[in-house]
């Protein structure tokens, strides 16, 4: 397995996936940040898991040349190379909770992110593609304050990082508004342990590696892309909106 992850973080949900299915599989594991032994042949690999996306042209190379079969967490665009990989359904994910959203009768949503790679660009056309498809109208914006939600008329805001879901709520809650009567907030990625009970979804990471790992042991024969569903979270901060007041 190849991850140039130094730090504790997304990567480890993922990294204890691909641990437990090696273990099913009688496999050893070897983590390793780079791919320069291969050439020593001193250490027989049978397949590599790309863990992060630091990977690059060279590493791709390595693997192909020495015919070590391999297989991507998340999607890499290599000219030439169709590179089997297993991948969040993020799309998915956000249609599931805008639907949800428009459903309890939310007509202005606010999307807050700032898209910084593949996934954070998809969710965003996904959030975009989905409030057109439910009537709804939608606004992004890298970073919002509580002020400009309320002047907007907003009733529910989806954050891409939970970290500005608890800001916003917590901002709220010291103004005396209530989450979800005044403002349903959302995340797109819900920790497991979440101590404020945020709604939204949980990005599925040590499934993504449970699954490389079987994709890794099926190849050629397995279609070379397995999209994984993002898990809804009931949570407390999404309700129907308050009627205006008259």
Do not use: K
């Not at 250490?43 to 391999?70: K, M, N, Q, W, Y």
């Not at 099926?218 to 407390?236: H, K, M």
Request: net charge negative.
């Amino acid at each position: 397995m190849l991850s140039r992850d130094t730090l504790p973080g997304e990567s480890t949900p993922a990294l204890a996936g691909i641990g437990h299915a090696a273990h099913r599989a009688g496999s050893g594991l070897l983590l390793c940040a780079d791919l320069d032994f291969v050439q020593s042949r001193d250490v027989p690999l049978s397949g590599c898991v790309l863990l992060d996306r630091t990977a690059d042209e060279h590493d791709l190379t390595t693997l192909i040349e020495h015919a070590i079969p391999f297989v991507s967490i998340g999607r890499r665009e290599v000219v030439g190379t169709s590179v089997p990989c297993v991948d969040v359904d993020y799309a998915a994910g956000v249609r599931d909770l805008v639907a949800r959203t428009a459903a309890l009768g939310h007509r202005q949503i606010v999307y807050i992110g700032m898209p910084s790679g593949a996934a954070s660009v998809e969710r965003l056309h996904a959030f975009r593609a989905a409030v057109a498809e439910f009537g709804v109208h939608g606004r992004h914006a890298p970073a919002v304050w509580l002020d400009q939600v309320l002047r907007l008329g907003v009733t529910a805001v989806i954050a891409e990082h939970p970290d500005d879901a608890a800001g916003l709520i917590a901002a709220a809650r010291r103004r005396n508004l209530s989450v979800p009567g005044d403002l349903s907030v959302m995340t797109l990625d819900t920790s497991e342990h979440d101590p404020q009970g945020i709604t939204g979804v949980r990005v599925p990471r040590w499934e993504t590696g449970r699954r490389a790992v079987h994709l890794l042991a099926r190849l050629p024969q397995r279609a070379p892309q397995v999209l994984v569903e993002c898990e809804f979270v009931g949570g407390t901060t999404l309700a129907a909106p308050r009627p205006p007041a008259r």
